[in-house]
């Protein structure tokens, strides 16, 4: 079967019950890119990112990556949480070390790979502490590290900012583009779902724009400005104020 | 054929009458000192370390023992019926105090501010907050009080002194022991399947429905569901146990921060503690006295404590056998089934099913074989315990957040790896809180189990009895009405109580509350 994209997501439909969450989804998703998913709240919009990480099966349609059908977890796909979704009982490198339970690797390789990560992630010193003791945005930090440990491709984000106070937030934005640009960067794709247009513009260059339940796609828009990128240049705001309009439509 | 059938309907229907009784005054009264307890700091010092230890105590060996000569003196049977009940209540009611207590507790401050905001007054802020808080707790500390006032329903129903036999006129407790007595096996077989039959009518006509009515407002949106909260919440109850004295406590694994916070707390009562810590001294030293002293109160302490050792053993050992069971079992179902639900409702009905009225088939089974008072015996600590450590661990899943299985799904952790680093610490918290319980309803079973009679317990004929132990010790000073030997025994079981409480259950939630919070 011929395909185009790195990861295709094809005339996926879902429900819950009787209840119509997704309607026949469908866009692609290239090598290099950062695609956002946006839309207004409930509609379906962190189902679908399961569904793509082979969580969540799909009632119809399906999603492959460099086209092979994803019908559960993959190690080339990773995940970061909303919720962080750190194990509070177990310490910040033991969390990150989980991200490769499914690789046959020696403990002293993970525990070396971890450190690194640390360092890179700037938590060095806090990979012996609880994931308790750390503020929010620490934890994502955390969170993204365990995501990112196992040199995935293709890594999907659901809201990650969204549980952060807005400074804390664009602090992690701004090391988040910087990180997944840095040449030695594995992430070949991103995927992120969020609420925040400001967001979706700041970082991504395709933004899958979906409708209110039962969500379809309304529009699939590219931004093409350079990074990093100016939150209060006219055409950042002209991204910013079309997606508004399309949403709101 | 068809009359014995009526009869035991007959009896299953007046117990069950009584059962409802006393499940109606113990949610009463459950509600009343919960939440005097949970609202007042004063009455909390002094009713929760109490509860704690009526909990543990087996009960029906002590106290009531008196109240029913007294009420059952009453002429006729309503005496002897509301001695009965009594003693049901006696077994019902302290699981609700702490439902009560833990939900009344576990509200949200804005709601104690609502109050004051409002300027709410006693009879609003119980019948808008207080009451309604505290029912889906009820409601399922109801379904164990059944549970264990069913266990305890066929020895209240009859019951014997040294001097002469009470019991009920109709009672399904009665006609069960009797017909088991007579062998008349097969009347007895129907009568075990109308009483398991009572008992899933009762689960689905009366609990779901009740349970679904009061849980519809769904708690969960005001209730903090972390982990961190819920342990919390029980360590602050096992701290309750003896308030005002605080060892120092050395982990063996302690970390830095332990001994930091623990000579804070000493640091800030240095003399208080030093004080209390005087008194027990005292106390002790008191107590060793008057027993050394005199020859019989010290001929009878020697029998209580080779007693207790040989009931400690039994108790342990049948817990270790529960966790072998209980532990892969609830974390298959935690982790792996998607019928958790149904197999909570087949679970509570089994649960409710009592290890008492299986008595007489226990013992016939086991009856040709060695040891087979001690297989008796540790059979019923193992029935009498096990569903609090299961219902204890599964309640634990709605503490687990969703992603944790994403978590392990996505990552691939599995076998072994998820043993150490998902099942054991998820379910945790509810082993240890299921452990306290679940070792606390062994102890209370320890007189059926070890010395089990015609009468139940008090002097029938013997249908099987260890040759040491505590429940035995227990039973026979009843049969006899030795009131020395049996407070005395009282005394060493509340010490008993408190040591373990302290050495084992508050070391290990200091430890557990390390980790999660």
Redesign the interface.
Known sequence: MFCLGLLDVKNISYSIGPVHVIEDITFTAMKNEFVSIIGPSGCGKSTLLRIIAGLIKPLHGEVLYNGMRVEKPNKDISFVFQDFALLPWLTNIENVKLGLSLFDISDEEKERRAKLLFKKIGLEGFEKAYPNMLSGGMKQRVGLARAIISNPKVLLMDEPFSSLDELTAEALRTDVINMLRSPDMPVSLVIMVTHNVEEAVELSNKVVILSERPSHVKEIKRIGLKYPRNKRSKDFMKEVDHIYKVLTE | MFNYILQLLVDTSFSWARMFIALGLSILLGLGIGIWAATSRRAEKVIIPIVDILQTLPILAFFPFVIYIIVATIPGYIGINAAVIFLIITSMLWNIIFGVYESVKELPHEFIELTAIYGMGIKEKLSKIYIPASMPKVMSQSTLSWAIGLFYLVTSEIFSTSSKTYMVKHGIGVALTQLALSGNFSEYLVGILIFIIFVILTRLLFFAPLERYFNKHNMSSIQKTH??HFVHLIKSRLKLKVPKIKIPIKFALGKKHDTYSLSNEVVMRPKKRGYANLVYALLAILFVAIIVSNKTLFSYELSILVSFIASFARVWFAFAIILLISVPLSVYLIFFSKKLSAYILLFQIIASIPATIMLPLIVSFFVKMPFHSEAVALSVYLLSGIWYVIFSMLSQKAYI?Q??Y??K??????GL?AWK??YI?AILPGLITGAVTGIAAEWNASIVAEYFTSTGIGNGAVLTSVSIGIGKLLDLSLDNGNMVLMLLALLNFTIMIVIINRLVWKRLFNRIED???
């Open positions: 982990t961190t957040p992603s944790i994403e978590v799904r996505l990552f691939g952790i599995k790896q680093k998902i610490y980790i999660y919070k």
